[in-house]
């Protein structure tokens, strides 16, 4: 699976991002997909993962803020990032792996994507004034 990222970007405090993810070469019908962030100096953290399914998790500090999707038809992932903070900047990384019930996906943030199998290269996020 190949993933491509973009929508990164200098955003000032309390703006919005969209994240898209590119993905081809897929083959499975059930997936999970997600999205995670490593700011300069921390370990890679769980943002928001969803199951082929729809069904969605997020990490607490994104809830109501962060929404995921994605466009079957077109092979995206989204991720669309509202009243951003400073603390959001980072890296922003679109990873892809096997079906994920609740109980996996709440393991892939925590574990910040360990299990995923495939990653994009990344795009930047600079939230700042």
């Known amino acids: 699976v190949q993933l491509e990222e973009s929508g990164g970007g200098l955003v000032q405090p309390g703006g919005s991002l969209r994240l898209s993810c590119k993905a081809s070469?897929?083959?499975?019908?059930?997936?999970?997909m997600g999205w995670f962030r490593q700011a300069p100096g921390k370990e890679r953290e769980g943002v928001a993962v969803?199951?082929?399914?729809?069904?969605?998790t997020y990490v607490d500090s994104v809830k109501g803020r962060f929404a995921i999707s994605q466009d079957n038809a077109k092979g995206t992932l989204y991720l669309q990032m509202d009243t951003l903070k400073p603390e959001d900047s980072g890296m922003y990384y679109c990873?892809?792996?096997?079906?994920?019930?609740?109980?996996?996906?709440?393991?892939?943030?925590?574990?910040?994507?360990?299990?995923?199998?495939?990653w994009g290269e990344g795009t930047l996020v600079t939230i700042s004034n």
């Open positions: 070469g897929y083959t499975s019908s059930s997936y999970c």
């Open positions: 969803i199951a082929s399914d729809g069904s969605t």
């Open positions: 990873a892809a792996g096997p079906p994920c019930n609740p109980t996996r996906r709440w393991a892939l943030l925590k574990r910040g994507g360990t299990g995923m199998d495939s």
